[in-house]
Antibody
Framework: QVQLVESGGGVVQPGRSLRLSCAVS????????IHWVRQAPGKGLEWVAF????????YYADSVKGRVTISRDNSKNTVYLQMNTLRVEDTAVYYC????????????WGLGALVTVSS | SYVLTQPPSVSVAPGKTARITCGGN??????VHWYQQKPGQAPVLVIY???DRPSGIPERFSGSNSGNTATLTISRVEAGDEADYYC????????????FGPGTKVTVL
């Protein structure tokens, strides 16, 4: 069955870096774009980043542009989110989600990884 | 950036119909998608492209979209439908390509 599993979350100090991973299984990874969507505690959903099915294009929300890099390794069925210069307001559960290459919605989501930015 | 609006909360008795609106400028010209999120769980897609249901989603869930309002309708509401519901669109007019509404908490009385 379709699975997306996030890892790499934790507590980090402001200004430091963290890398999240999203390991997928149960579907043809190379057919799907992968997104990261986050949810601050008690708040709504916020789209963060997206990488095309073949890794040839990346897109970022203005709130993270320049601090975050999304990448993928199709040989490992894994997508990464490298987050630098973290801020307190980056504290959230980070979900990875898949989208068929020509569709604009997320049909399967992972369970999420909590990132807490605190001194 | 494009903005979607939703009522913060909707209350409905079991067996009745819940309607959750999603407002946006000419949202009828966009494809609207809806997600259900129960406490402590990941979101689940319940409607895509305004009115299509993914496999496994009950027929009780339906959607429509016209003018400045999209609507998610839950018929014959059950206790298990209590959750937060988010609408979402794609908009390439700003850096926030994928826009979510603020969410609506559906409470089953």
């Amino acid at each position: 069955q379709v699975q997306l599993v996030e890892s790499g979350g934790g507590v980090v100090q402001p200004g430091r870096s963290l890398r999240l991973s999203c390991a997928v299984s149960g579907f043809m990874f190379s057919d799907y774009g992968i997104h990261w969507v986050r949810q601050a505690p008690g708040k709504g959903l916020e789209w963060v980043a997206f990488i095309w099915y073949d890794g040839s294009n990346e897109y970022y929300a203005d709130s993270v542009k320049g601090r975050v890099t999304i990448s993928r390794d199709n040989s490992k069925n894994t997508v990464y989110l490298q987050m630098n210069t973290l801020r307190v307001e980056d504290t959230a559960v980070y979900y990875c989600a898949r989208a068929l290459w020509d569709r604009y919605f997320f049909d399967y989501w992972g369970l999420g990884a909590l990132v807490t930015v605190s001194s | 950036s494009y903005v979607l609006t939703q009522p913060p909360s909707v209350s409905v008795a079991p067996g009745k119909t819940a309607r959750i609106t999603c407002g946006g400028n000419r949202v009828g010209g966009k494809s609207v998608h809806w997600y259900q999120q129960k406490p402590g769980q990941a979101p689940v897609l319940v409607i895509y492209d305004d009115s299509d249901r993914p496999s496994g989603i009950p027929e009780r869930f339906s959607g429509s979209n016209s003018g400045n309002t999209a609507t998610l309708t839950i018929s014959r509401v059950e206790a298990g439908d209590e959750a937060d519901y988010y609408c979402q669109v794609w908009d390439n007019s700003s850096g926030q390509l994928y826009v979510f509404g603020p969410g609506t908490k559906v409470t089953v009385l």
